[in-house]
């Protein structure tokens, strides 16, 4: 988050707002924060008295394309997303808005809210069908104070959900024998909900793919808490006549209940570790056949 400049609140779309809200190569979303007031009561004994109203505006747009897309690209929206989720918070507020990115130009998003001070999730996904979204980049702004008659300009940079990985124990793998598989998620991970499922098949794919190569094992989960940051579980490799390869990766549910309440689609977002349509290579694991042998014995 970065801090750029405080002052009267903006007066509209074709005055300084817009002057002062415009998109930069590597910052992917752009944030006025302003406030006004209801008029003043210090006598009232209403239980429900006037809250100070407040607002931000979100500019979102694409990023030109640059010579250097290689060295800047994990800090961009990247051009496989679709919409941006944001969802605003404190102890008493949990606002979530839905916003398609344009193909060109700027999309200019105003949402009312008390006065308060707020934290900022924002994620860039890509539309996989009617329910599900593939999470891309993310970022956070925190702390962000809504005041009366000022404004703040607030910068975030969305990138990679880092700090996930995973691994098998082994690289090959008996079939029919046990195998162990480790999620391990650094503790200043954002989003750190604790579903996180392992899913093996005999196949590559990608996450948007309609038809999926068939499991290898039935899908089972992790369980890594907030105050935690790995887990291991135990499976039975599958049994196998020939050579064969696994690939697997994790799929980290986002809480929908916090980041799709109402009537918001597509409900389930999912962050993938490693993610194909990223340009990640899944996990790969082989399996073996049982090896064996005839022990024959001439008298």
């Known amino acids: 988050m970065k801090l750029l400049k405080k002052g009267p609140i903006p007066t509209g779309e074709s005055g300084p707002l817009m002057r002062v809200i415009m998109p930069i190569l590597v910052v992917t979303i752009c944030i006025a924060v302003g406030g006004c007031i209801g008029p003043k009561s210090t006598t009232s004994t209403n239980p429900n008295p006037i809250v100070p109203k407040g607002y931000i505006v979100l500019s979102i747009s694409r990023p030109e394309p640059s010579q250097e897309i290689d060295v800047i690209r994990p800090m961009l929206i990247p051009p496989e997303a679709t919409n941006i989720r944001i969802r605003i918070f404190n102890e008493s507020q949990n606002i979530v808005r839905d916003v398609k990115i344009p193909s060109e130009g700027t999309t200019m998003v105003r949402i009312d809210l008390p006065a308060a001070v707020y934290n900022i999730h924002a994620l860039a996904y890509l539309i996989a069908n009617s329910n599900e979204g593939v999470v891309l980049t993310a970022g956070e702004a925190r702390n962000i104070t809504v005041n009366p008659n000022e404004y703040s300009h607030v910068s975030m940079t969305l990138e990679r959900p880092e700090g996930r990985s995973i691994t098998t124990e082994k690289d090959t793998v008996m079939g029919g024998s046990a195998f162990k598989v480790t999620y391990m998620r650094t503790s200043d991970a954002l989003f750190k909900d604790q ?32 105050y935690n940051t790995s887990d291991t579980i135990e499976l039975t490799a599958p049994s196998v006549t020939e050579e064969t390869t696994g690939y697997y990766q994790a799929q980290q549910f986002i809480d929908y209940f916090l980041y799709s309440p109402g009537n918001i689609q597509p409900r389930y977002l999912y962050i993938y570790t490693p993610c194909a349509i990223s340009g990640d290579p899944l996990g790969k694991v082989t399996f073996l056949p049982p090896s064996g042998g005839i022990s024959l014995e001439i008298k």
Do not use: A
């Open 195 to 226: 579903s996180i499922c392992f899913i093996l098949r005999n196949g590559p794919w990608r996450e948007t793919d309609i038809s999926k190569p068939s499991l290898l094992v039935d899908e089972k989960h992790f369980y890594v808490p907030h």
